[in-house]
């Protein structure tokens, strides 16, 4: 296992910021759904940030044996899940904002007809 940058809560503050900019300039999105977005974004990245912890305190406890596999495996498995989710859950929202940017983009042809009428 190579190591990797330990994410803090600090980087993950940061991506928040970042994420709500890129929300905020929705200009269709509506308040709350921009606030629900913003918390799932930031818990899914709390959520694999602290398996991600779990998962390399358990896998650097272990020796390599039989038996740390018996005792830390069905656990591990369960890290690897929670951050597998966490990851899905963000590809889901990315694809809601790809969506909602889709929606707010795209022309309306009778929205179009009226502001040129006046």
Same mark, same amino acid.
């Given at each position: 296992?190579?190591? &990797?940058? $330990? !994410?803090?809560?600090? #980087?993950?503050?940061?991506?928040?910021?970042? =994420? $709500?900019? !890129?929300?905020?300039?929705?200009?269709? !999105?509506?308040?709350?759904?921009?606030?629900?977005?913003?918390?799932?974004?930031?818990?899914? =990245?709390?959520?694999?940030?602290?398996?991600?912890?779990? =998962?390399? #305190?358990?896998?650097? +406890?272990?020796?390599?044996?039989?038996?740390?596999?018996? &005792? *830390?495996?069905? &656990?591990? +498995?369960?890290?690897?899940?929670?951050?597998?989710?966490?990851?899905?859950? *963000?590809?889901?929202?990315?694809? !809601?904002?790809?969506?909602?940017?889709?929606?707010?983009?795209?022309?309306?042809?009778?929205? *179009?007809?009226?502001?040129? &009428?006046?």
């Amino acid at each position: 296992m190579t190591k &990797q940058a $330990e !994410l803090t809560y600090d #980087d993950i503050k940061d991506k928040v910021k970042c =994420f $709500e900019s !890129l929300i905020n300039s929705i200009e269709s !999105l509506q308040g709350k759904k921009k606030q629900l977005w913003k918390e799932i974004y930031e818990n899914a =990245f709390i959520d694999r940030m602290n398996a991600y912890m779990l =998962f390399t #305190d358990a896998y650097t +406890s272990m020796t390599g044996g039989i038996n740390d596999h018996i &005792q *830390l495996g069905a &656990q591990m +498995s369960k890290y690897i899940e929670r951050m597998n989710k966490a990851n899905d859950q *963000l590809i889901k929202l990315a694809e !809601l904002i790809s969506k909602e940017e889709d929606k707010s983009s795209s022309i309306n042809s009778d929205d *179009l007809f009226k502001q040129i &009428q006046g």
